[in-house]
């Protein structure tokens, strides 16, 4: 069986942002409630449409077709999927940034913030916009659902899709609990694979396994090639979630604090857990002391740069998340797939490695 090349990531890309805004065109109505509330339309349009790496749509896009899939890249059933599953990330994104009182968003507001600022004016304005913001990640949830359930794809395949993406909705809200609750836990008791099973709920299981599973359902693959794709998803969400560990400690480095909410709250990441193993009794009973401060102060945040950089834990990440990638584009050669879907899958393995930033050798 010959394989067919899979279309370009970008060109993907570019016909999943035309649909995105045509999408927001037509659902406009939706969000009809009067004057009061159409701004926040407007805030939800923009925020979503920020310029992304977009995984969660691309990886679908890609599996589709590297396992079979017919669809054209234009077609509106797959791209309305495909919407759903960012809508998803968005609903996440946006009580998120609730939660971890974040301030920026791919280089701009929270969505909490958006709205903070429309309520300046009021003298609860911040907890108002607080507010806003967890409604309206509500009411994209909502309109996630609503989007997948009514796509235009064969209604056997579509409710099976619906029944995997809220069972993927609920695993990430189990993970976002299990953050919460680790980020009130001295270090010493929290264990890496704490960590792992927090990352694996919260990030793998809508980031990679939901769109990779997806897909791989709308191609008509069978059972034991969905398991499968859990086996490959699994290391290659883990080497994701460093990645972003390692790029939120770039951004902390520099001095961009406004985007480096975890380090802030002192969470407990793979970051900082690599760090306290590999200092000595003092050292780690400083970075406990740092991480267990009501507030990040200058000299606290000065001296979790130093614990980690004198750790080596950013080298030591760097080198698990290659390892990872490593582990997932083995996993690529199961038997379970045909040797072209097996060549298709490596090939949108390689597309999503591309968009990691944090496994160059830059320094931080």
């Known amino acids: 069986m010959l394989m067919r090349g899979l279309p ?36 939800l349009c923009e925020f979503v449409g920020r310029k992304g790496k977009r995984i969660r749509p691309l990886l679908f896009l890609l599996t589709h077709r590297a396992l079979g899939g017919e669809k054209p890249e234009n077609d509106e059933g797959l791209l309305d999927c495909a919407v759903a599953l960012e809508l998803l990330h968005s ?19 929270t969505f909490h913030k958006l709205a903070e600022r429309r309520l300046s004016v009021l003298s609860a304005a911040e907890r108002t916009g607080r507010n806003v913001a967890i409604v309206v ?4 949830f909502a309109l996630a659902v609503k989007t997948l359930h009514e796509a235009d794809v064969e209604p056997v395949v579509r409710n099976e899709m619906v029944s995997q993406f809220l069972a993927y909705a609920a695993d990430t809200g189990g993970g976002e609990i299990f ?8 270090i010493t008791r929290v264990s890496a694979e704490d960590v792992a099973k ?16 997806m897909g ?7 059972k034991a090639q969905v ?23 770039a951004r902390f480095v520099s001095g961009d604090l406004s985007s480096s909410a975890d380090l802030l709250e002192g969470k407990k990441t793979f970051l900082m857990l690599e760090a306290y193993e590999h200092l000595d009794e003092v050292d780690r009973t400083f970075l406990q002391m740092c991480l267990s401060a009501p507030t990040r102060t200058e000299s606290t945040i000065l001296k979790i740069q130093g614990l980690v950089r004198k750790a080596d834990a950013v080298s ?14 083995s996993a690529v050669a199961d038997e379970a797939w045909t040797e072209a879907q097996q060549l298709g899958l490596a090939e949108v393995f390689r597309a999503v490695r591309s968009r990691f930033t944090a496994l160059s050798t830059r320094a931080v």
């Open 8 to 43: 370009k990531p970008e060109t993907l890309q570019a016909a999943f942002e035309n649909h995105l805004q045509r999408f927001f065109a037509q659902h406009q109505a939706s969000f009809r409630y009067g004057e009061m509330l159409e701004p926040i339309f407007y805030d």
């Open 198 to 213: 927090m990352y694996y709920l919260k990030t793998t299981r809508y980031t990679f396994e939901a769109p990779c599973v």
């Open 179 to 186: 953050d919460v609750l680790m980020g009130v836990r001295d």
């Open 316 to 329: 030591r990440l760097r080198n698990r998340s290659l390892e990872l990638f490593s582990k997932a584009e």
């Open 227 to 249: 398991e499968a794709l859990r086996r490959v998803t699994e290391p290659l969400g883990l080497a994701f979630q460093i990645d972003n560990d390692l790029q939120e400690f």
């Open 216 to 222: 791989a359902m709308l191609a008509g693959v069978g």
């Open 91 to 109: 609903f996440i994104l946006i009580h998120d940034d609730v939660i971890d009182r974040s301030e920026t968003r791919r280089g701009l507001p």
């Open 137 to 140: 990640g509500d009411m994209v």
